[in-house]
């Protein structure tokens, strides 16, 4: 990134304005006159929650102060010991046992111009010389001040009915602001209610750059300083988001033609979605067919191999495409002249090297801080597309290319989800991808008990719990649904979130009409993380967008509970060995000492496989089952390392998946399972018996983008760096060795940051050819899966719209004293699907279902796969019988 550091030339007027400012921040009762200002403290362990409280940790329970100066004398609040009100307690539960202080209410009129100031608790205590001192954090009483008139005011560029523009920016806290315009400086004026800046302006300043110039007290550098940066509401941006672009979206000049008749493919319930994660890079920078290799208009590609592929997948029952992060990241460099290419150093043939080496990611490595590459969860602007995937990052392009994008996934059946990330930030303090933090500092991000910023999330983590950070989530959002047309979003980490936060989007979403706003919005799915871990665990400050709490929301959480079953282990297991329902555990069990011996194996399968029917019925709390040892028992009383393994309150509460961008992608993970010695024909069938596991669930489904096709990325468990190398898409196979279109298995030992402690693991299977698998086996993978979405999509009792029903409809005959190890067999009305995850054909005998016709399912009769249509039944005695490592679905014929 260019640094947005420049020389700041204030304006006249600007600066009589400040002198006046100056002037009235010294205007004090006398009485209010302090000692000369203590040094500044390195921590900020008190905090001002609101106009009337501060919280100190590790205060003693005597009378202290808060100073505030602007070099001169300083200036105090008084505070006299209290205790917190019943609903302060509830709104900071974390606080709740800390030393708590009341502003002495002849101060308070002080706080708004102890806020634009220096600010530090000082208390003298009786075993000291010298008082002690401690920073302050604000964002509490900024909320009370200002928050609640401030949530409702027009941030960024607004235009009127004549398209003249206002900026506004909320940086109340500040000393002053100012706009640079287009190389010059415009005077911005202050609403003293809100905190908001403000400066209108004619028609001209439409596509011009613009900063903010605020001079601001920074307690990251402890002074005073002038940042020069870019709008946080920013609608476009100038190429490496050196400068924001005054632009209204509405403008009809950036819609592509027909954007405004654009029709959408039949909105999908979240209960039935099916979902395809895609990134948007390694979509089509390796497809030859491809005129836009690695950008948007990719998308517009329709006849290209990848646009095939989505076609294809569209037409059996993939109902949405999941784009990783497409909003303005810090990370790549946006024109491709700054572009590094790893392939380009000496030495580095990437595709003539061993599959085993180490020298490919070494070269990887060398050019990945500055090449094309990145997942982009490093946001930089919120609500701007990124530029590197536009045809040319300066100006508004990038908006009508992700629109076109958008245009292509409607036109070929899929509706679009977005992933955002509004959790954290790629920066805080003062550094240069800093926006946020250098217009109001201590506010936008959660501070620990000590006043550093917390990073639990990776990075700098934000605090959606404030009141206008969380008017930035909301705001974002239906900017993206109403300027772009986006059918869905995925939040990252939302479990960071506060539960109101959420549904507050999801209230806002609601409100959008198609005669208002041209979308919507109650058609719009919402899904995220709900993973519960951090600062905010346990809802030790907020109540948290978790899974369990979002329960009955209508808003979906990954589920992990099956997710573990069908792989094995969890993603951080030191043996990547560790077996699970579709990797052998106990019925192909490999040499690691991981899984125990043969009695744990065999009671681990049988737990999992209880996750596994659970994860069948959309993770239900209270769906009632026989478990594996013959149990009674609900979905909330099974167990889940501790935790209750159901948690959904209904159908579409809990999303299914085997593999994501996070973690091994499930081919290699198998890679790793499986005993080595497994063909790739035999890989393959284990890959589909993993998909089919949510892919048949009741709820929503989602899989990584290639898994169909046993897309391999070397092994790497955390590619988001890892370049093209590793995480191109290859959609049509060739057999020939060394042109990079395998599945991307053998591509050399994955890069060492965070795979090094697998190597030992990872070298002999990338060295061994058999387990790269065959254009045909691909292909006949692919069309396999296909057939069981053309079931799940043509057959409605997959998408059962209450608990009742589910409980109702769906069974597991088996279950219990009569249970297979490896076999999960499931009645869901007029179907029976067995999935046979061992390396043996199986017979089930359901006695219930004897004397009752039934077929395999049409689908499969005619589908792709050889080996399923040797399934059969025996009407006389209820027998299904299902060739080794294949799921088949029966359906009744007649009947009852």
Request: glycine share 8%; net charge positive; hydrophobic share 35%.
């Amino acid at each position: 990134m260019s640094s947005t550091e420049h020389r700041y030339r204030p304006h006249r007027r600007l600066a009589a304005s400040l002198a006046l400012g100056l002037a009235a921040l010294l205007i004090t009762p006398p009485q209010q006159q302090a000692h000369a200002s203590p040094a500044d403290p390195a921590k900020a362990e008190a905090q001002w929650i609101d106009r009337d409280t501060v919280v100190w940790k590790g205060a003693e329970h005597a009378a202290a102060e808060l100073e505030f100066a602007d070099g001169g004398p300083g200036h105090r609040i008084r505070l006299t010991p209290g205790a917190l009100t019943p609903a302060e307690r509830a709104a900071y539960p974390h606080l709740k046992s800390l030393p708590a202080f009341t502003v002495d209410p002849r101060d308070r009129d002080l706080a708004r111009n102890a806020l634009r100031n220096r600010l530090i608790a000082t208390q003298q205590r009786s075993s000291d010389a010298a008082p002690a001192t401690t920073g302050v954090q604000i964002p509490g009483v900024l909320d009370d001040l200002y928050g609640r008139a401030a949530q409702h005011a027009h941030l960024g560029p607004t235009f009127d009915g004549s398209h003249r523009p206002t900026l506004s920016v909320w940086a109340p806290t500040a000393r002053t602001v100012a706009l640079e315009l287009d190389g010059r400086t415009v005077p911005m004026r202050r609403d003293d209610t809100t905190g908001v800046w403000r400066a209108k302006g004619s028609r001209a300043w439409t596509g011009k750059p613009y900063r903010y110039v605020v001079r601001v007290w920074a307690p990251s550098v402890r002074k005073t300083v002038t940042n020069k940066v870019t709008d946080p509401y920013s609608t476009a941006l100038t190429a490496d988001s050196a400068r924001s672009l005054v632009v209204d979206l509405a403008d009809p000049r950036l819609a592509p033609k027909g954007w405004s008749q654009l029709k959408k493919p039949l909105a999908v319930p979240l209960r039935k979605a099916r979902i395809q994660e895609l990134h948007i890079r390694d979509f089509s920078v390796e497809d030859r067919t491809s005129r836009h290799p690695g950008q948007y208009l990719a998308f517009t590609d329709s006849r290209s191999d990848g646009m095939r592929h989505l076609k294809s997948l569209a037409r059996t029952g993939t109902s949405y495409v999941h784009l990783l992060p497409a909003f303005d990241g810090a990370t790549v460099p946006e024109r491709r002249s700054d572009q590094q290419d790893p392939a380009q150093q000496p030495d580095c043939k990437l595709a003539a090297m061993p599959a085993d080496s180490d020298r490919q990611q070494e070269c990887v490595g060398k050019t990945a801080a500055h090449d094309a590459y990145n997942w982009g969860y490093d946001p930089l602007h919120y609500t701007v597309p990124e530029g590197s995937y536009a045809s040319d990052p300066e100006g508004p392009r990038r908006t009508t290319e992700f629109r076109r994008m958008v245009q292509g996934l409607n036109g070929a059946g899929l509706r679009t989800v977005m992933d955002v990330v509004y959790n954290h930030t790629a920066a805080s303090g003062q550094a240069a991808t800093s926006v946020l933090d250098r217009i109001v500092p201590g506010y936008y991000h959660r501070l620990l008990d000590d006043g550093s910023v917390a990073t639990s999330t990776c990075c700098s983590g934000t605090a959606p719990e404030h009141t206008m950070m969380g008017k930035l989530v909301v705001d974002s959002v239906v900017t993206w649904a109403r300027q772009y047309k986006i059918d869905g979003f995925r939040f990252d980490l939302m479990g960071h979130h506060p539960k109101a936060n959420i549904l507050a989007v999801r209230k806002a979403l609601d409100a959008l009409t198609p005669a208002r706003d041209g979308v919507d919005g109650k058609s719009i799915i919402l899904y995220g993380e709900g993973w519960d871990f951090g600062e905010a665990a346990g809802d030790a400050r907020f109540v948290q967008a978790t899974q369990r709490n979002m329960a009955g929301t209508g808003i979906a959480t990954f589920s992990d509970r099956a997710r573990d079953a069908i792989r094995g282990g969890g993603p951080f297991d030191a043996d990547p060995r560790v077996q699970g329902f579709a990797s052998g555990l106990s019925t192909d069990p490999n040499s690691s000492p991981a899984n125990g011996d043969a009695a744990a194996q065999h009671a681990r399968l049988l737990h999992y496989q209880d996750l596994i029917k659970l994860g069948l019925t959309g993770n239900l709390a209270d769906y009632a089952f026989t478990d594996s040892s013959g149990r009674r028992v609900k979905g909330s009383e099974v167990d889940y390392n501790g935790a209750p393994a159901g948690y959904a309150a209904a159908p579409g509460d809990a999303l299914a998946y085997a593999d994501a961008h996070d973690n091994e992608a499930l081919y290699d993970t198998l890679a790793y399972k499986l005993p080595p010695g497994t063909p790739p024909a035999d890989r393959a069938r284990m890959q589909v018996v993993a998909l089919a596991t949510a892919a048949l669930s009741q709820g929503p489904a989602l899989s990584q983008a290639g898994t169909d096709l046993l897309r391999s990325k070397s092994l790497d468990r955390n590619s988001f760096n890892s370049g093209d190398w590793f995480n191109a898409i290859h959609w049509k196979c060739t057999d020939r060795t060394g042109d990079g279109t395998s599945n991307g298995f053998g591509r050399g030992l994955p890069p060492a940051a965070d795979n090094k402690d697998k190597w030992p693991y990872a070298k002999p299977l990338l060295a061994d050819p058999a387990l790269r698998p065959g254009c045909a086996t691909m292909t006949a993978t692919s069309a396999t899966y296909r057939d069981l979405l053309r079931i799940h999509a043509t057959e409605p009792a997959f998408a059962l719209p209450t608990t009742a029903e589910v409980q109702s409809a769906l069974s597991f005959p088996l279950s219990g004293t009569h249970e297979t190890p490896g076999v999960i067999t499931m009645r869901l009305g007029r179907l029976v699907v067995v999935f046979n995850a061992t390396p043996h054909r199986q017979t089930q005998h359901l006695p219930s279902a004897a004397g009752t016709p039934y077929t395999l399912h049409p689908v499969q009769a005619h589908g792709a796969d050889p080996v399923v249509k040797s399934s059969s039944y025996q009407a006389t005695s209820g027998t299904f019988t299902v060739p080794a490592r294949t799921v088949a679905v029966f359906s009744r014929t007649t009947g009852r």
